[in-house]
């Protein structure tokens, strides 16, 4: 296989990677701790999109809708149920807490839809072929999708008051806090966009593969690489990052076991890390 | 039942012996070492092989698993040197994560997925399985209580101070002489050498492994074990595996109480229970069962702000 | 696991004497356990297996159950981690006192909770593929009902001669029978003048296998063997199709499963050559297993612990005793021989009453034994899917 179709390959999939990974830095820009239960909370949202799809009969655009509204519903929901008292102990407290949910969350989900894959209601295309490169106009859709999502983000923080708000808590919550805005208020946006946008992944990934309840945990990992390598809290750096790890991992193939991909992901991490060790583009927000 | 019970309390010393060691780097010296599935098995890999091929015995197999572990350890502190809280819990996952490969892929040395059975131990097969059960929960405890004595000694003496010191002011620590590295490399090896110490003792006791005994749920159920125990203090390990063993088990038993379910509803729920259960915990008891003694001064527990 | 039953499982017998007079039965019930991979990496499998355990145990329940005790059958989740297994071993081992474990599944299990089984001399039957299973010194206590890969490998190569495969092209889950069953296969194709054209052992915890399939078409084979489990098959049948390739593609039954089927488009699984082993006809074994849950194609798995359950039964009807050891003895004298055939344990039961010898024919094959547990021989059922169902194609 030629380095141009890894290479394409490798980008598609991080196309896809990108969202949840900039669902996850979202949130963290904002609390300050890494929620593990995104995973679970990217599988909810890609049930709900199911449920739309196959059941409801929506095409793909407005099935992701509702996974975006459900997964940050679950999302803000859960975080001020059960996360929130746990943060004024200090963000590990939250982070280990954001574990023990995800389990929790993972099983009620089990408990409601069973093992069995879903499939949705949408038709498979062949590839098509550019210059010996195969590309699938699944995938294309997908990291167009992606692309929108992200435009869509980038414009809330830039313009929108919402926007300006999120960024302010995530440049210094104790000044935003003495200039009157509402953690809480903010804590329940920043997880409803970041867990929105990571339903909106999450659907896109199990489009991609099979959607039952581990389809988030299955990409949990490669989130916290793209997340970790652009820098814990950075939007620019999710995406950096997800591009960096899908690419990375696809380019390994070339050279070594397919079996080995992970660790090459690994890896890559830690060099990045070696040299700028609190990611690439550090964690400024925005 | 004396049996069952016999076989909890090895996996719960197992879990204990874990959270030990990652008590030392966490609770301690306050860095988050996710890596610990990738030392128990290195522990487990190394006593086991070292039992079938070179024919060591228990005690020998085991220093020899020490020895690997803490080697992977010290090298694992020299390479995340520079990271800290986050980065260093996802970069140890992913360190976990590698050596679970490596032992699904390096068939020559670990016989893949198949796993390596027939390990030997004390006991084994000349024993009754009752007898077999208790002597194993007796070897295991018995090195628990010395491990927890030896860190209890380690963390009250100027060593654990000094690890107290980088965990809450690193900058401070180096400023008042310390060699944080070699500290750190310290602290890291030698809590990768009781987890790979509990690999050895559940390769003995299960005379079997496989890649699939060491997926990152021995390191979540540590973490909840440590965390609901108590973090820093070294009952806090005890306490905590033993309450996890007690909740996972425990469980096991209301699932006929549920009229109506399917098996899997029961085991969804049997599960979600757990998860439940330590939201709670956490939410009552923020510090575990048994907190710290050393209070943190009240100014840290605002975290936000001091990141 | 039905509720009373199993609560008396728990509780031992003074909470089951309430019970007794409602159901019928003088004695204390047979306890007997189940180990599933009820969530984890099997969990595509192990609910339906609990299920069919179940259902078949509370028929043969409501029948007069067996020497006139019933079964209480108690089902634990392994998570497909074996450290968990052998928790729930000791527990139905020591607490239950089971006199068999059923439906281990995954390879690293099964070989884990063994040596707890021959010890305490328990049966264990399992389902799992490692070849190395059999070879452990477990003095009979290990009955598989899943063939090892020397003689399913070498089935599945002669049926793509058959049809035509010249050059195939190995795509293997990472299990402890990868390698084997590729060997074997390739080796039997060379036999037959096809070849091998290469193969490749992914992980299937990835969630895209583009670059691997990028490999395998570019050697251009005209056959692909997807030695996948249900979860990896998906994402392999969606990509392959994406990638363009038109030729055929075989795979294990367990594999191709109903819910697969189900959740492609028909046009992606259509032509999707899967194989399981089976006994001689359309036995009423399997047309149980289909009745239980209620689909047309139920897993092998599914099928084997159908077996499983009845094996335990029929050998312990056959012993008139109900221990680990009874079974041990008697499990060959009712699975094989020359006894009358029968495929419904209700009716082998009674057979066994009227004192008449039986040869037990499953859902899962003939459930003929060797002296190690390993399936002595058997047909094989080879499907083709259409139109998101599999239709059988014959069986040989």
Known sequence: MSFLQALVNGALAGAVLALPALGFNTVYAVLRFPNFAIASIATAGAYAGWIANVLWGWPAPPALLVAFVAAGAVGATTDALALRPLRLRGPLTAAIGSVALDLLLQNALRFGFGNDPRGYDLPVFRDWRLAGISIGPQEVEDAGLAFITMTALFLLLRFTRIGKTMRAVADNASLAESKGIDPARVAWIANGVGFGLAGIGGTLVALDTSLDPLTGFRVLLSIFAAAVVGGLGSIPGAIAGAFMIGIGEELSTLALAPTYRTAIGFLAILVVLSFRPRGLLGERAY | MLDYLASLAVFAGIYALLGLGLNLVWGLGGMVNLGLAGFFAIGAYASALSALHLHFPLVAASFFAMLLAAAAGALLAVVTARLKGDYLAIVTLGFAEVIQLIAGNEIWLTNGTDGLSAIPAPGRGTLSPLAFDLSSAGIVWLVLAAIAAAFGRLSAAPYGRVLRAIREDEMVARIAGKNVLSFKIGAFSASAAVMGLAGSLYAAYDGYVAPDSFDVLVTLLVVLALTAGGVGRMQGALVGAVLVVVLTEGTRFFGGLLPGLSALQVASLRQGVIGLFLLLLLRVKPDGLLPERIRVHPLDDEGETTR | ?396
């Open chain 3, 1 to 396: 696991m039905g509720p009373t039953v199993s609560r008396r499982a728990v509780f031992g017998g003074s909470l089951a004497l309430p019970f007794l007079g409602r159901s019928g039965f003088a004695a204390a019930p047979i306890p007997l356990g189940a180990i599933n991979p009820l969530t984890g990496a099997g969990g595509a499998y192990g609910p339906s297996m609990a299920k069919v355990a179940q259902a078949l145990t509370a028929r043969i329940n409501s029948t007069g159950g067996v020497l006139g005790r019933s079964i209480a059958l108690d089902i634990e989740d392994d998570q497909t981690n074996p450290t968990v297994a052998v928790e729930a071993a000791h527990k139905l081992i020591d607490v239950n006192k089971v006199v068999a474990i059923v439906g281990t599944w995954a390879s690293s299990v099964t070989t884990a909770v063994a040596p707890l089984c021959w010890q305490s001399h328990t049966m264990l039957f399992c389902t799992s593929g490692a070849d190395s299973i059999t070879k452990l010194p477990h003095h009979g206590y290990i009955i598989r009902t899943q063939p090892n890969t020397y003689l399913q490998s070498g089935r599945a190569a002669q049926f793509l001669l058959q049809h035509g495969a010249r050059s195939v092209f190995g795509l293997s889950a990472q299990t402890p029978f990868a390698v084997d069953s590729w060997n074997r296969l390739a080796a039997v194709l060379k036999t037959g003048g096809a070849s091998g054209a290469g193969d490749i052992i992914y992980d299937p915890k990835q969630i895209s296998f583009r670059s691997e399939i990028g490999k395998a078409l570019a050697a251009k084979p005209d056959t692909l063997f997807l030695n996948s489990y249900a979860p990896d098959l998906e994402i392999l049948l969606r990509e392959t199709y994406q990638a363009g390739f038109s030729g055929n593609r075989f795979t294990f039954a367990y594999a191709a499963t109903d819910a697969v089927l189900q959740a492609l488009p028909a046009s992606v699984t259509n032509g999707l050559w899967s194989f399981a082993p089976s006994p001689d006809v359309a036995s009423p074994a399997y047309r149980a297993v289909q009745a239980i849950l209620g689909i047309n194609d139920p897993d092998p798995y599914s099928c084997q612990i159908y077996d499983h359950v009845s094996l335990v039964v029929l050998a312990i009807a056959r012993a008139g005793a109900a221990s680990g050891v009874a079974i041990h003895d008697n499990v060959r004298k009712i699975s094989q021989g020359t006894g009358e055939k029968v495929s419904d344990p209700v009716a082998g039961l009674k057979l066994l009453a009227a004192g008449k010898e039986i040869n037990y024919e499953g859902a899962s094959g003939p459930c003929d034994f060797t002296p190690s547990g390993d399936i002595v021989s058997c047909k094989f059922l080879f499907q083709v899917a259409e139109n998101k169902h599999n239709k059988t194609l014959f069986i040989s």
